[in-house]
């Protein structure tokens, strides 16, 4: 098993590029979840989707979108990158969406010039 | 609202020396509680979970016992190591009066065990 893969693992884009960060699980969970890591802010929710054919906002969901494009697979897009937008992108998946633990990938890091 | 708040870093400490990283949380339900590691360039990973009162989570030497009445989950180890070098988040799970689901993390400490 895998666990929960992404690509890419780095990029740097300039101010207004677009791009997709994609994500992929083989666990067969339901729930998946974008975070973003900025320094002293911990992690802070982007988008989740409790289950396949559903997506919700989090806590900063402005200028992202995303995509559950089946089970196994959640990707997030930049349609117009800022530099606020520079950060390290962690997905993450769990079995259901409530109490449950969650699994991570290793993350992008994402640079915004 | 929700919220988690542990002891900021860097904590420094020498080999086998005594852990304790604070984190305290509020909560208007009956959350689930964790603690996550992320070792340097990886994404986190669960270290150990409780999930209701008084319950204890521990894995690898560490410990956490959950805390209603302090409202605390204070992550302990006896005797750490070099390789537990890492930043620790404490996290919450809870869920809203509205029937959503809330998963709210700490803002992390770094830990660094000198040999």
């Known amino acids: 098993n895998a666990g929960v893969t992404q690509t890419p693992k780095f990029q740097v884009l300039k101010t207004g590029q677009s791009m997709t960060l994609q994500c992929a699980q083989d666990m067969n969970h339901n729930s998946m979840y974008w975070y973003r890591q900025d320094p002293g802010m911990g992690l802070r929710l982007i988008y989740y989707?409790?289950?396949?054919?559903?997506?919700d906002k989090g806590e900063v969901p402005n200028g992202y979108n995303v995509s559950r494009l089946n089970k196994r697979e959640f990707s997030l897009r930049l349609e117009s990158a800022a530099p606020s937008q520079t950060s390290v992108y962690f997905c993450?998946?769990?079995?259901?969406?409530?109490?449950?633990?969650?699994?991570f990938g290793p993350g992008t890091r994402l640079t915004v010039l | 609202g929700d919220s988690v708040t542990q002891m900021e870093g860097p904590v420094t400490l020498s080999e086998e020396a005594f852990l304790t990283i604070n984190c305290t949380y509020t909560?208007?339900?009956?959350?689930?509680l964790f603690w996550y590691v992320q070792y340097p360039g990886e994404g986190l990973q669960l270290l150990l979970k409780a999930t209701k009162a008084d319950d204890k989570g521990s894995n690898k030497g560490f410990e956490a016992t959950y805390r209603k009445e302090t409202t605390s989950f204070h992550l302990e180890k006896g005797s750490v190591q070099v390789s537990d070098s890492a930043v620790y988040f404490c996290?919450?799970?809870?869920?809203?009066?509205?029937?959503?689901?809330?998963?709210?993390f700490g803002t992390g400490t770094r830990l660094k065990v000198l040999a």
């Open positions: 996290a919450l799970s809870d869920r809203e009066t509205s029937g959503t689901y809330k998963y709210i």
């Open positions: 993450a998946s769990s079995e259901f969406h409530g109490y449950n633990e969650q699994f």
């Open positions: 909560a208007t339900g009956y959350p689930s």
């Open positions: 989707s409790a289950s396949e054919g559903t997506t």
